[in-house]
T-cell receptor
């Protein structure tokens, strides 16, 4: 597709449940990013991939968060034993390597609500 | 600790007038700055950028100004149009990969 695609668009999870959020980046985009946006806040960096290599995971808030991109294309963000504070919009973005000049292209996000 | 701050949560402007959105940052290592625009239920869309070697970048109705000594940047929209109504985020980076975002300013352009 022409843009970054994220699924599901909405996810309601019971506290303690595991969830998996999917991101399909723009074809050919080498770099992929995950951000977390809490209500009323700006996006906060979680992790960054270049191809299949996870080069920076410094923003992952706890070891319950795990991201992978095994073939350098689709990425999955997994959250284990979800907590209410995990409720947020999870944004995926992609870019051509070295294209920071033009910013990322963001997907529409997955809104996670933990009840 | 919020390294990028947008102190005005909202701004209302009459159609045709200038909109000025402000952003302050604390980290002097930031060398690249972006503005994003966000409509409800959509992801942020890249609008305009500026590197720290410049103090101004213009793209059509949008101009970004950077004052490094004051650690301040601003986005000017002239003339403002109702379709510009959205939330605007500024973002800064020193790695070119991880961006630090402000909390956003909601702009309403009144017809």
């Amino acid at each position: 597709g022409a843009g970054v695609s994220q699924s599901p668009r909405y996810k309601v999870a019971k506290r303690g449940q595991d969830v998996a959020l999917r991101c399909d980046p723009i074809s050919g985009h080498v770099s992929l990013f995950w951000y977390q946006q809490a209500l009323g806040q700006g996006p906060e960096f979680l992790t960054y991939f270049q191809n299949e290599a996870q080069l920076d995971k410094s923003g992952l808030p706890s070891d319950r968060f795990f991201a992978e991109r095994p073939e350098g294309s689709v990425s999955t963000l997994k959250i284990q034993r979800t907590q209410q504070e995990d409720s947020a919009v999870y944004l995926c973005a992609s870019s051509l390597a070295g294209e920071a000049n033009y910013g990322y292209t963001f997907g529409s996000g997955t809104r996670l609500t933990v009840v | 600790d919020q390294q990028v701050k947008q102190n005005s949560p909202s701004l209302s402007v009459q159609e045709g007038r200038i909109s000025i959105l402000n952003c302050d940052y604390t980290n002097s290592m930031f060398d690249y700055f972006l503005w994003y625009k966000k409509y409800p239920a959509e992801g942020p869309t890249f609008l305009i950028s500026i590197s720290s070697i410049k103090d101004k970048n213009e793209d059509g109705r949008f101009t970004v100004f950077l004052n490094k000594s004051a650690k301040h940047l601003s986005l000017h929209i002239v003339p403002s149009q109702p379709g510009d109504s959205a939330v605007y985020f500024c973002a800064a980076s020193y790695t070119g990969n991880q961006f630090y975002f402000g909390t956003g300013t909601s702009l309403t352009v009144i017809p």
